[in-house]
């Protein structure tokens, strides 16, 4: 199994987080879309492009965290 640090974001809660986000950030997008008057197919295209918000999300986190426990690598020799 790869290590990709994402199970140390947000002190180990991440994991279940982002499980529950995928489930239910589509439903209550397009609930939000629905209930505004939109049309139902586009409704369910920004359900659907709301998914890769999670995954930016996780890579923002990631980059950011990597970046700071590398910067404490950094030792003069």
Do not use: H, T
Request: proline fraction near 3%; glycine fraction near 6%.
């Amino acid at each position: 199994m790869f290590d990709d640090g994402s199970d140390e974001l947000f002190e180990g809660i991440w994991p279940f987080m982002k499980r529950a986000l995928l489930l239910l950030l589509p439903l209550w997008v397009y609930l939000i879309c629905w209930s505004a008057g939109l049309n139902l197919f586009l409704s369910a295209i920004i359900a659907g492009i709301s998914l890769s918000f999670i995954q930016v999300f996780e890579k923002i986190k990631l980059k950011r965290q990597l970046e700071s426990n590398s910067a404490g690598d950094n030792v003069i020799k």
